[in-house]
């Protein structure tokens, strides 16, 4: 059987060539963590500060620059020892290398490497062990190598006209060059695991399970083994592979396959009756299967691989209609309507975060109401534990190629890296049940056709268009045509078309903002977006609280370096703010409006594709997670706080919604079912609809009658009488449906009467450290908002981002504070309001 020893211990890292090191660092370098990069290293013993820590992005910009060796010993405790087997193959793979250099075993070169996204596997002499042989790994600084590489090949377009470098040059992060949302910190190292493995004969190289057939009575499952063969070690007999399949319901299915003696793979058949199928989360269940393979040569083991699968179908629907295309997920035949958000590598070293973090962030979409994660082009393919965690929480995952917003030369050696690259990761990935399309990039063609690169380029120089349109849909039909393609995001049927067009195929809508998007119902919107600070206390932590000791909305200037988006804070936030909110009169004010703003247009959004959901196939917004502390479109800031976005997000993607809209014939209350049951009907109530004052005070009712049928939405434009108010400051609209509640405020809390807040509260304790509050209105309360980190570094609360009449009754639960008193919620900051962004508190 095949036999492996990891090799993450050991390693040490030592700086080679580059710029002046201010840093003192030993001549014998200093112990490396594998998996891991040099920062992180660095960091970890105390030699530099977190990039993420004050000024800690200018200090670190040397590293990038530096070239640096891993070394680690061979000696014959590391060797795997068998009996009588010397001439067995041994090898050692890197999972990932990152990115451009070589690998040596004492004075030879095993072999050069120039591509983070794909293991590198090297044969070693068993004589290696015995006369402890170094293995080393040397990486060159990756700013210095793309600078050499735009010498060597020319300048070419990307984002950012180049100043985070010409990226598309490296197969690596585009990312951690920098980004709107990020700072320039490339760093290099070993980001996964090193291990030596022995075997003979034949290996299994990959596993690639495909559902072709998958119903409510039979599912097809077609096992195709890659095998790689020794041709020294190579027995007599037929290379036989067996695969085993266990259903969570105990049954069991086997078969058999022969390899041919000119293949390198064995194609197994299973037969299924009645699966039990996987389920995107909210459509059913995730039942995983467990999966063996064995790989054997008449009696003799040569390899075992394990892994779990689900049973299900998935297709991308793309048909005509009279509006254009469509754009619909559908799995085991059922369309879907996609509520979730995109994912980039969260910290800020791409591929090294620490399993339970990935899969904290994975349960807080979750807990949004979440069911899809795009895995953005700029970034990595994402670790095991992304993909398994997705797989047992039902939430499907848009995979991207790792493309973003460049263009890509498609001279040697770059093709054949790529093609390896997408081989590898489709082999890699092909199990998981939660990936339901592979997308070729994010923005390649919508940047060279409307970003004016396609009129600034040569003719003659390649962009990338052969990747996105033979390349990359040659390998995934070839190697998993379970799964539709797509050439990149956003796409609209052909290169030659606007990438962006809404009657046809996906869109990034940053052209509309806030009620804007109203404007427009595309296909599917991919990105959509507004920026928020993170939590003050997330800030102080990295910049320190006395930048903010004056507490002036202009302290707020002290942050303005970690923002990245283009225009500054006036493009990103005062344009908006100007006219949404009047002005703040303590940082906290602004910190609360910037945050605001960027709930309102989330709730905008979702809401708005929710609700055209029979022509609108999904709505993904831009980022759920983040890298680093400073200005992003993130709904959870680097420190895993929520921002008050996300909790809009949770409400406006429940499974069932209340809410008013814009129709044809005026304002609109409609409500989406997005459940298996029917809602409303004989059974209910029907919606009460009242016109009421600031003060709660009735000025106009009426009630309709009310059924949404499971998975569909229902809109009734209500009566010019009961929604025209006599003074539209001082009024609003209230829906109120089988404990569902909706609100229409009739303008921009700049100039809405809403009052001064009051309220009362009682807090009692209900654990050691969990406190309940009972908090009672005593005045009309718009999007209270309780901020956690304003209590302590690791509280939490059940509720948030509520509107208020007079007279409720909100209940919340507080986690993670040992004392809580009264006067720690009245404190400013902590509980805030809509309220406070209009005349009543400019007056106070």
């Not at 600078?147 to 950012?160: I, K, S």
């Not at 075997?199 to 409510?216: E, G, H, M, Y």
């Not at 534990?385 to 917003?405: L, N, P, S, T």
């Amino acid at each position: 059987m095949r036999d492996s020893r990891v090799l993450n211990d050991s390693w040490r890292v030592h700086r080679e060539d580059g710029p002046d090191c201010p840093i003192e660092l030993p001549a014998e370098g200093v112990d490396a963590v594998v998996p891991g990069c040099v920062h992180l290293d660095l960091i970890r013993l105390g030699l530099m500060a977190h990039p993420d820590l004050g000024e800690g992005e200018a200090d670190q910009a040397w590293i990038g620059r530096t070239d640096w060796t891993w070394r680690r010993p061979l000696g014959p405790d590391d060797r795997i020892d068998v009996e009588n087997d010397a001439d067995a193959v041994c090898e050692v793979v890197f999972d990932s290398i990152d990115t451009v250099g070589e690998v040596r075993l004492g004075d030879d070169v095993l072999g050069h490497v120039e591509n983070q996204f794909h293991a590198h596997r090297f044969r070693i002499p068993a004589e290696a062990f015995a006369e402890h042989r170094m293995l080393e790994v040397s990486l060159r600084g990756p700013v210095t190598e793309l600078e050499r590489r735009v010498e060597a090949y020319g300048d070419r377009p990307v984002n950012a006209d180049g100043d985070w470098g010409v990226y598309s040059y490296l197969r690596k992060a585009a990312c951690s060059f920098g980004w709107d949302w990020g700072p320039k910190c490339p760093s290099l190292g070993l980001p996964g695991d090193v291990r030596l493995e022995r075997w003979r004969d034949a290996r299994i190289d990959a596993v690639r399970p495909l559902v072709t057939t998958c119903n409510d009575r039979l599912a097809i499952l077609e096992v195709s083994v890659d095998v790689v063969r020794d041709p020294v070690t190579s027995g007599d007999g037929e290379l036989r592979a067996t695969v085993r399949l266990e259903a969570p319901d105990g049954r069991i299915f086997e078969a058999e396959g022969v390899a041919d003696p000119e293949s390198d793979h064995v194609m197994m058949r299973l037969e299924i009756p009645n699966p039990q199928r996987w389920w995107p989360r909210g459509r059913g269940p995730q039942p995983l299967h467990d999966l063996q393979i064995d790989l054997h040569r008449g009696d003799t083991a040569l390899d075992r691989d394990r892994r779990r699968v689900g049973l299900r179908i998935v297709a991308l629907d793309t048909g005509r209609d009279p509006e254009g295309s469509r754009f619909r997920i559908v799995v085991n035949g059922e369309p879907m309507f996609c509520r979730g958000a995109n994912w980039i590598p969260e910290g800020l070293f791409p591929g090294t975060a620490a399993d339970d973090l990935v899969i904290a962030r994975i349960d807080q979409a979750v807990e949004a109401n979440f069911d899809m994660l795009r895995v953005w082009g700029g970034g990595v393919y994402e670790s095991k534990a992304f993909y398994d965690a997705c797989d047992e929480r039902g939430v499907m995952v848009w995979q991207d190629f790792m493309f973003a917003c460049a263009t890509y030369p498609e001279e040697p050696p770059y093709p054949d890296l790529i093609e390896r690259e997408a081989s590898f990761q489709i082999r890699r990935l092909a199990a998981h049940p939660s990936i339901v399309l592979w997308c070729g990039g994010n923005e390649n063609v919508l940047a060279w056709r409307n970003w004016g690169w396609k009129e600034r380029m040569d003719p003659a120089q390649t962009w990338g268009r052969r990747y996105f349109t033979e390349l990359l849909p040659r390998i995934a039909s070839s190697l998993d045509p379970t799964r539709p393609f797509l050439p990149d995001s956003p796409w609209s049927g052909s290169v030659e078309a606007d990438p962006n067009d809404p009657d046809h195929g996906d869109r990034h809508t940053w052209d509309l903002k806030l009620e804007d998007v109203r404007e427009l119902i595309p296909r599917f919107v991919s990105e959509f977006g507004h920026q928020a600070p993170p939590a003050r206390r997330t800030m102080e932590t990295a910049i320190g609280s006395g930048p903010f000791a004056s507490e002036s909305p202009d302290a707020m200037v002290a942050f303005a370096g970690r923002q990245r988006g283009w225009g500054g804070d006036q493009a990103q936030y005062d344009r908006w703010m100007d006219d949404w909110f009047l002005p703040p009169s303590d940082l906290d004010g602004r910190i609360w409006r910037m945050q605001l703003l960027q709930a309102r247009a989330t709730t905008f959004t979702y809401e708005w594709l929710r609700l055209h959901s029979k022509r609108c196939g999904g709505a993904l917004v831009w980022q759920l997670n983040d890298a680093w502390t400073g200005h992003s479109w993130s709904l959870i800031d680097v420190a895993g706080r929520p921002k008050p976005a996300w909790w809009a997000a949770r409400a406006a993607c429940a499974p069932r919604l209340l809410a008013f809209s814009v129709g044809e014939a005026g304002i609109e209350i409609a409500a989406i079912n997005d459940t298996d049951e029917p809602w409303g009907g004989a059974s209910s109530k029907g919606v009460r609809i009242r016109r009421i004052d600031m003060a709660g005070v009735d000025l106009d009712a009426a009630a309709l009658e009310l059924e949404v049928p499971p998975r569909d939405t229902r809109a009734t434009a209500l009566l010019p009488d009961l929604v025209i108010p006599a003074d539209p400051s001082m009024e609003l609209l209230l829906a109120e449906f089988d404990g569902h509640r909706a609100f229409w405020f009739y303008g921009k809390d700049a100039w809405l009467s809403l009052p001064s807040p009051v309220f009362d509260l009682r807090v009692d304790r209900v654990a050691k450290d969990g406190f309940e509050v009972e908090l009672t209105a005593r005045t009309i309360l718009r999007d209270l908002h309780l901020d956690e980190a304003a209590l302590g570094d690791v509280v939490r609360v059940d509720a948030n981002l509520r509107c208020l009449l007079p007279g409720d009754v909100a209940t919340f639960r507080i986690d993670g504070v040992s004392s809580l008193q009264e006067k720690d919620l009245r404190r400013a900051g902590v509980l805030r309001t809509a309220n406070d962004c209009g005349p009543a508190a400019a007056a106070r």
